[in-house]
């Protein structure tokens, strides 16, 4: 699986937006970009993933550049309670490929 | 829907001391993981299942270490005898292979291991 870069802290204003970016130059083909949150003390939070396409949920959007070397989460309306840890993950396609965790970054949001 | 189900959520126990964490994944689904995350070294693959079989136990970091999955509702992460060093969260997850589509892991809320 491809290796990630995330800066390693962000802070961002609650209400605003919080704009996550994510290094993954060496992803190949088949690759998904996932992303996880950890809140302290809880296990990782599925966040969103894509392929090649930029991706919207209820939580989050995601990003992706045309050549897929990197991408960028995009919380529109942070809140205190989107202070985490969040990780950017590439992922393979076969049904039992791993979910490797770097080291993220740690998003806190403040009044 | 039920999560992943992990127990105990929390343990004490002492050095020498076997210990076995328990997880239940969530239904329907044929992938499992174990991870370990400490302060120092993050959060760590342990070893994982597909379709009860382990796939991959690189991680495991000793003979002290095993895992099984009996059956696709059940898995155990047993440690032999434990060291302080065993100290950590350990996190179960699970989630369901469709080949090339990509596929979600889920994650329990964690068992937090203390050995004393």
């Known amino acids: 699986d491809a290796k990630t870069t995330q800066p390693t802290s962000m802070d961002c204003a609650e209400g605003r937006a919080a704009n996550l970016p994510c290094n993954h130059s060496?992803?190949?083909?088949?690759?998904?970009v996932y992303w996880y949150r950890q809140i302290h003390s809880q296990g990782p939070q599925y966040i969103i993933h894509g392929l090649k396409n930029n991706e919207t949920n209820e939580m989050a959007s995601l990003i992706i550049t045309e050549d897929r070397k990197s991408s960028t989460l995009i919380l529109p309306h942070a809140t205190l309670r989107d202070t985490a840890v969040y990780y950017c993950?590439?992922?393979?396609?076969?049904?039992?490929?791993?979910?490797?965790f770097g080291t993220g970054t740690r998003l806190q949001v403040t009044l | 829907d039920a999560g992943v189900i992990q127990s105990p959520r929390h343990e004490v126990t002492e050095m020498g001391q076997e210990v076995t964490l328990r997880c239940k994944p969530i239904s329907g689904h044929n992938s499992l993981f174990w991870y370990r995350q400490t302060m120092m070294r993050g959060l760590e693959l342990l070893i994982y299942f597909n379709n009860n079989v382990p796939i991959d136990d690189s991680g495991m970091p000793e003979d002290r270490f095993s895992a099984k999955m009996p059956n696709a509702s059940f898995s155990t992460l047993k440690i032999q005898p434990s060291e302080p060093r065993d100290s950590a969260v350990y996190f179960c997850?699970?989630?369901?292979?469709?080949?090339?589509?990509?596929?979600?892991?889920?994650f329990g809320e964690g068992s937090w291991l203390t050995v004393v």
């Open positions: 060496t992803i190949s083909g088949n690759e998904y």
């Open positions: 997850a699970s989630s369901l292979g469709k080949g090339l589509l990509g596929n979600t892991i889920y």
């Open positions: 993950i590439v992922r393979g396609t076969g049904t039992a490929s791993k979910l490797t």
